[in-house]
């Protein structure tokens, strides 16, 4: 619970359609009913404690008051309720304990945080599902499978955006194990899901960590890069919020200068995060003068985590890339001890428009990993798999909404998971 960004993840296999299993979710629901009528009781206290909290956060800002009526205003308590609501004890739930004990998670450990993320995960694919698996489902049927259901299966791969390059890859292994053997309509899907995590996860391992966490007592400079409206300040919000409730100190900066709104925006997430923004109020300030500004702050705070805001004109645009290198130069030039991760934002609705982006901006932003937003409600969030074996990028995180809770570090098991979820 305390290090969200660090928590392990375990690949064991999953049979989680036992009895036990129910049992399990069962006794996870109990167990969270009970610490929710526990938490009512003590609510006076933390709401004495909200407030305290609340102050203190006021205090170490520097950003302005910002007018009530902005657009992007505070996120409403309402929000805040219902993620701390446990639901009722139905397929969803059922769903995310079996996930988190497929995973290896003890009961103890099961938080309901972890349920909703996954409920939101699960609800948030039902688009790419629809297209998808559903139909994958009904075409395998209970029979082995047949050469046919391959053909048949290559042709729901390519319409969810999941690309040439890991939908040829998946038939070939699938059709090489359908003439060692008869396979089974079960085994089928098992395998399948077993090939969609090894392709997500091939480029996760080269880089050797599991899970982007930032190096504690050090200093970590994560870049947000994309185009205009892909969800790069939102991201960067969620990100505040994901490193401050893992106990890391954080720091922003409104390096998106091209834009008046943006700096506003960007401090209305500062402080839903609680953390400082360092911004330049000037129209077409120097992005590279902020970053400059920032991490010198960063040095002196001692700060662990330093997010820079960039801005997102079209990558033909020559020039958002120059900018992009200056800013990495003065970056490698000002914090050369700094793990520096320069990730770009790739919006799931454009599907594969967002791969040849990556392309662009692979080149020369010298990037080291993906965010992939608005899972929730695209139909293409079979675009994962494309991103990761054609730009060969490691997925860091992904986002299921416009809320500050609503982004979590990449699990490859629990989007395979939810993708191919049957419920
Ligand atoms: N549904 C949904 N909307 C998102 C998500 N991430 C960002 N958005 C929305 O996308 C829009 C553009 O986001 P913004 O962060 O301003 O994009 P930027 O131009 O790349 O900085 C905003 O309306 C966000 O609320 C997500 O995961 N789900
Ligand atoms: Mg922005």
């Not at 929710?36 to 404690?49: A, F, R, S, T, Y």
């Not at 048949?152 to 390059?165: A, C, P």
């Not at 074996?389 to 490691?394: E, F, H, R, V, Y």
Request: hydrophobic share 40%.
């Amino acid at each position: 619970m305390e290090d969200k960004l660090e928590d392990s993840i375990l690949d064991k296999p999953i049979d989680n359609n036992t009895e036990d299993s129910l049992d399990w979710a069962k006794q996870a629901y109990e167990k969270l009913k009970k610490q929710q009528e526990k938490n009512k009781l003590e609510k006076l206290d933390i709401e004495v404690e909200k407030e305290v909290i609340t102050t203190k956060n006021e205090q170490s800002l520097n950003v302005e008051d910002l007018s009530k009526n902005s657009r992007n205003d505070l996120i409403s308590s309402e929000d805040i309720v219902k993620d701390d609501d446990l639901g009722d004890f139905d397929e969803n739930f059922t769903w995310s304990a079996k996930v988190l004990e497929a995973q290896g998670k003890k009961l103890d450990d099961v938080s309901l945080e972890d349920i909703n993320w996954l409920t939101k995960l699960q609800r948030g694919l039902e688009k790419t599902r629809q297209g998808f698996v559903t139909e994958l489902l009904d075409r395998f049927g209970d029979d082995p499978l047949t050469p046919e259901d391959l053909d048949d299966l290559e042709t729901l791969l390519l319409r969810s955006d999941v690309g040439v390059y890991a939908t040829d890859q998946i038939i070939d292994a699938l059709r090489t194990r359908l003439n060692e053997e008869v396979l089974d309509s079960k085994e089928g899907l098992r395998f399948l899901k077993e090939q969609l995590c090894q392709i997500v996860d091939l480029p996760i391992k080269e880089t050797g960590k599991q899970v982007l966490a930032p190096e504690r007592h050090n200093l970590n400079i994560w870049l947000l890069v994309g185009v205009n409206g892909v969800g790069k300040t939102t991201t960067l919000g969620k990100l505040a919020n994901l490193a401050l409730s893992s106990n890391f100190t954080a720091l922003i900066a409104a390096a998106d200068t091209f834009r008046a709104a943006a700096v506003e925006q960007v401090k209305v997430w500062g402080k839903r995060s609680g953390v400082s923004v360092i911004a330049n109020e000037t129209p077409n300030a120097d992005p590279a003068a902020i970053v400059f500004d920032a991490i010198g702050a960063a040095k002196s705070k001692k700060t662990e985590l330093l997010l820079v805001d960039t801005a997102g004109r079209l990558q033909t645009k020559s020039n958002l890339m120059e900018e992009l290198s200056k800013v990495r130069k003065i970056i490698d030039r000002l914090a050369p001890e700094a793990n520096v991760e320069s990730l770009l934002v790739l919006d799931s609705t454009q599907g594969q428009n967002g791969l040849s982006q990556a392309m662009a901006f692979a080149k020369s932003a010298k990037l080291t990993g993906v965010v992939i937003t608005k899972l929730d409600g695209s139909s293409r969030g079979g675009v994962a798999f494309a991103v990761a074996s054609q730009a060969k990028l490691p997925i860091r995180f992904i986002g299921v909404g416009e809320g500050i809770r609503d982004l979590k570090p990449f699990n490859s098991f629990e989007f395979v998971e939810a993708l191919l979820s049957n419920k």
